[in-house]
C-alpha cells in the first residue's frame, strides 16, 4: 500500500468530471486500497479518487468512530438511485479544503448503487453522516466542492484564504 498526497483547493483538478471506471481489476483495487490508506493517516471519513490527483470515478469511505471497528467502502462509479425528501444539515469539512467547515443541507438519506471490490454491483442504503459523506464524496466525482453548496460570500472567502496559504507555501519552498 502507498500513501498519496492530497490536493488542495484551488486546483484545477478538483473541478473536473471525472471518467467512470470501466471494471474494478487489479490496478483499480490498488488504487482504492491506496485510498483508504491515505484517508486514514489523514484523518478523514470519506476520500475520493480526484482529491489525489486521479480523474477516476472511485470512492472510499469509513464514518466508523475511533472505538469501533474499521467499516472500510469502496466503491467505483456510485450513483445516487433515490434520495430522501427529508433533508439535513451538517457541519461539513474537506481534507481538500483543510481547516474550514460549513453547514450543508443534503437529502438525510439516499439509495446508492456502486461497483465493488470484485466488480459486482451492488446497491446500499445510507442515512446520517454516512448519506452525508457519500453525497460529498460523489460530489468530488463531479468537480463539486462543499463550498459550492453554500453562499458565494462564504465560499470566496475560504478559497481565498487556501490560496493565501498555498502562496505563502510556495514562496517558503523558493527560498528554502
Ligand atoms: O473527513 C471528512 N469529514 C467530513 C465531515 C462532514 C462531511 C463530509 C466529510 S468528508 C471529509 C473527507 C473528505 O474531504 N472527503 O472528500
Ligand atoms: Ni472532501
Given at each position: 500500500m502507498a500513501k498519496l498526497e492530497i490536493l488542495v483547493a484551488p486546483d484545477p483538478r478538483l473541478k473536473k468530471r471525472a471518467l467512470p471506471v470501466e471494471r474494478v481489476d487489479d490496478d483499480i483495487r490498488k488504487l482504492m486500497d491506496d485510498m483508504v490508506e491515505t484517508m486514514y493517516d489523514a484523518r478523514g471519513i470519506g476520500l475520493a479518487a480526484p482529491q489525489v490527483g486521479?480523474?477516476?470515478?472511485v470512492i472510499v469511505v469509513d464514518v466508523a468512530r475511533d472505538d469501533e471497528e474499521p467499516q472500510p467502502i469502496q466503491m467505483a462509479n456510485?450513483?445516487?438511485i433515490w434520495e430522501s425528501d427529508e433533508e439535513r444539515t451538517y457541519e461539513e469539512g474537506c481534507l481538500s479544503l483543510p481547516e474550514h467547515y460549513a453547514e450543508v443541507v443534503r437529502p438525510e438519506a439516499v439509495k446508492i448503487r456502486y461497483l465493488d471490490r470484485e466488480n459486482e454491483i451492488r446497491t446500499l442504503e445510507a442515512d446520517d453522516i454516512l448519506a452525508t459523506c457519500i453525497q460529498h464524496e460523489i460530489d468530488h466525482l463531479d468537480g463539486v466542492l462543499f463550498v459550492d453548496h453554500i453562499s458565494s460570500l462564504k465560499r470566496n472567502m475560504i478559497i481565498k484564504k487556501l490560496q493565501k496559504v498555498k502562496k505563502q507555501r510556495q514562496a517558503e519552498e523558493a527560498t528554502a
Open positions: 486521479i480523474s477516476k470515478r456510485p450513483e445516487v
